[in-house]
């Protein structure tokens, strides 16, 4: 009978710790790793607009990023840029990757990394130049700098000039564009960006 009782009790005490004990257990698979997931994984559909107006290039204020095609380039009418107006000149320059991989991805957005070339900074490009046909909104465009040479070599040896980064949605870089600003004309042809991809403009750490 007392043997009985004795394990009656260590039933009771055991019952009563157990919430106390289970509170205690280390969580499972709450921090899980993500693999980056490349551009041809991503769910997003690509852009597709319809542009009936040109921007006014006065318009234009600092640090806008513009989608641009060239005035003179009779030789192939259909390329788009990439481009933004720089504090320096007022006048826009092109954009350029060292990658088309993704810079980083979210639940919104799949984004790619530009900067300015130097070699694309002078003397920039004027309305005589370009048409400008859009100015990018805010939900598929960011900001961030980088130390110029990754602050290191004779141009920069204290890490003390940068350089702006401009982050684009990779839904509008391969997006699809459409012109309806030629009254003379009903065709609207498709229209693409063309990347300039530079790998010597990625800065390694």
């Known amino acids: 009978m007392l043997a009985t009782t004795n394990m009656i009790s260590c039933i009771i005490v055991w019952t009563s710790l157990l919430p106390t004990l289970l509170a205690f257990q280390p969580l499972r698979n709450v921090h899980q790793t993500t ?9 997003f559909t690509s852009l597709t607009k319809t542009i009936t107006e040109e921007v006014d290039f006065n318009d234009l204020t600092i640090m806008d990023v513009v989608l641009f095609r060239r005035r003179q380039d ?42 300015v070339d130097e070699e694309d900074m002078f003397p920039g490009l004027t309305s005589e130049d370009i048409i400008v046909l859009d100015v990018l909104e ?38 699809k564009f459409y012109l309806d600003i030629d ?23």
Do not use: C
């Not at 693999?35 to 769910?43: A, D």
């Not at 130390?147 to 870089?173: A, C, M, T, W």
């Open 138 to 175: 805010g939900s598929v465009i960011g900001y961030g700098s980088r130390q110029v040479g990754g602050g290191k070599g004779l141009g920069n040896p204290h890490g003390e000039e940068s350089e702006l980064l401009y982050y684009i949605d990779r839904r509008y870089v391969e997006g």
């Open 35 to 43: 693999r980056p997931r490349s551009s041809s994984t991503i769910l």
């Open 183 to 205: 009254e003379q004309s009903d065709e609207m042809n498709e229209m693409k960006i063309e990347l300039v991809v530079n790998p010597s403009l990625e800065v390694i750490w």
């Open 74 to 115: 009779n030789e192939n009418k259909l390329k788009l840029e990439l481009g933004t107006l720089q504090e320096e000149t007022r006048k826009v320059a092109p954009l350029s990757a060292w990658t088309t991989d993704s810079s980083y991805i979210s639940d919104t957005n799949d984004m790619m990394e530009f900067v």
